[in-house]
């Protein structure tokens, strides 16, 4: 079936360590996001990318990082700067920025 | 920053009511979408308007759009126990990504 594939759902990462959320899509899709979302609240822009091996920051893309090494591929590394990791993080894809997006199901990260 | 702003930031009505919930926004833009999430998944992609659009159907679902105002509405009707969810819009900028407002809850009782 084709669609956009987060893992893990659940992730624990002890403070000071970086951590790698997955996101993939089949849809060949050339744009990608990363969202994070806080409880009650909406949606902010981490990191986008609208073709391969480029990518640009969003509102808050301090202490995250992102690499697009494959069309299919757009994973997140939450690194040890990122102060209040623990949130839902959120996945998309679209045929080109501002279209229509098509999101995974999130993966909930708590640090412990 | 977050383009869109959602009121009421939570609804809560009958089954068979209308709910309206409308959105507000800053700079220009290019369409307005609307999402709709589930507690705890992704969010699905509802409709979306372009900016020389003013009104646009799919279902139950209505939306309009005044660029003058920089204002939408969406209205769903006859609500149902399953359309509890929340509900965003989503702003597109030129060559920017999708910007989201903080969404409405709503709650749809039986």
């Known amino acids: 079936d084709g669609g956009i594939t987060q893992s893990p759902k659940y992730l624990f990462r002890k403070e000071g360590q970086n951590v790698t959320l997955s996101c993939e899509q089949n849809l060949n899709h050339d744009a990608m996001y990363w969202y994070r979302q806080d409880p009650g609240q909406g949606l902010r822009l981490i990191y986008y990318s609208q073709i391969v091996n480029d990518f640009q920051k969003g509102d808050i893309a301090e202490g995250y990082s992102v690499s697009r090494e494959k069309k299919e591929s757009f994973p997140l590394t939450v690194t040890s700067a990122q102060k209040n990791p623990t949130a839902f993080y959120l996945c998309a894809s679209s045929m080109g920025v501002g279209a229509e997006a098509f999101f995974g199901q999130g993966t909930r990260l708590t640090v412990v | 920053s977050q383009q869109g702003e959602e009121d009421p930031q939570a609804l809560s009505i009958q089954e068979g009511e209308n709910a309206t919930m409308n959105c507000s926004y800053k700079?220009?833009?290019?369409?307005l979408q609307w999402y709709r999430q589930n507690s705890g998944r992704g969010l699905v992609h509802l409709i979306l308007i372009r900016s020389n659009e003013r009104e646009k159907h799919s279902g139950r679902l209505r939306v309009t759009l005044d660029t003058s105002k920089k204002s939408s509405s969406l209205l769903i009707t006859a609500s149902r126990a399953a359309d509890t969810a929340s509900y965003f819009c989503?702003?597109?900028?030129?060559?920017?990504?999708?910007?989201f407002g903080k969404g409405t809850t709503l709650s749809v009782s039986s």
């Open positions: 989503a702003t597109v900028g030129g060559g920017t990504a999708l910007i």
């Open positions: 700079t220009s833009i290019n369409n």
